[in-house]
T-cell receptor, first 111, second 117 residues
Framework: GQQVMQIPQYQHVQEGEDFTTYCNSS?????IQWYKQRPGGHPVFLIQ?????EVKKQKRLTFQFGEAKKNSSLHITATQTTDVGTYFC???????????FGAGTILRVKS | NAGVTQTPKFRILKIGQSMTLQCAQD?????MYWYRQDPGMGLKLIYY???????DKGEVPNGYNVSRSTTEDFPLRLELAAPSQTSVYFC????????????????FGPGTRLTVL
């Protein structure tokens, strides 16, 4: 079935360093969503990308959607301890209003 | 609005016991979903519903059942609990699709942590 591969699985950074997580699909995606899950919490929607080559920013977070709409990335500039958690990408299946989630990237920030 | 609510928050079951995980949303969303999340892993879709009276299997439906008698409620039933069902269960909901390109945001409940011993 359709899969969305996400890397890395885990990253531990020093506070102030940058962080990037990547999402890849073998098929063209109509859109891609990003969610954040704090430790012990539930996934919370961050953003949706729809257009080829789209770039969106939320403060220190930069989201990109590839030109071929098969990959996406989330980049955090100058990480803070409040950024810790797991970041998931998610994309709709070809049919129905269902999402397939990447495995997530766990971010730990050392102060 | 309370959003998506789930009960209970925690539960320990013995092997072979049964239980129902409750999920309710007050956003008048048509679509509702049940996911499980194993430690350090992503979300796996168990069952979903596109409206009252309509349910369908997701990726990992074995050992579970659902019903959707109202728009608001989407309970998940575990029959004959097994240790492999130890997980965190999330319920989510979303409105009608945003069109051919956009997908509605999924709103998640706080989760139920289930341990089967």
């Amino acid at each position: 079935g359709q899969q969305v591969m996400q890397i890395p699985q885990y990253q531990h950074v020093q506070e102030g360093e940058d962080f990037t997580t990547y999402c890849n699909s073998s098929t063209t995606l109509s859109n891609i969503q990003w969610y954040k899950q704090r430790p012990g919490g539930h996934p919370v929607f961050l953003i949706q990308l729809v257009k080829s080559g789209e770039v969106k920013k939320q403060k220190r977070l930069t989201f990109q959607f590839g030109e071929a709409k098969k990959n996406s990335s989330l980049h955090i500039t100058a990480t803070q301890t409040t950024d810790v958690g797991t970041y998931f990408c998610a994309a709709p299946l070809e049919y129905g209003n269902k999402l397939v989630f990447g495995a997530g990237t766990i971010l730990r920030v050392k102060s | 609005n309370a959003g998506v609510t789930q009960t209970p928050k925690f539960r320990i079951l013995k092997i072979g016991q049964s239980m129902t995980l409750q999920c309710a949303q007050d956003m008048n969303h048509n679509y509702m979903y049940w996911y499980r999340q194993d430690p350090g892993m992503g979300l796996k879709l168990i069952y979903y519903s596109v409206g009252a009276g309509i349910t369908d299997k997701g990726e990992v439906p074995n050992g579970y059942n659902v019903s959707r008698s109202t728009t608001e409620d989407f309970p998940l039933r575990l029959e004959l609990a097994a240790p492999s069902q130890t997980s965190v269960y999330f319920c989510a909901s979303t409105g009608l699709g945003g069109g051919p390109l956009r997908t509605d945001t999924q709103y998640f409940g706080p989760g139920t942590r289930l341990t089967v011993l």
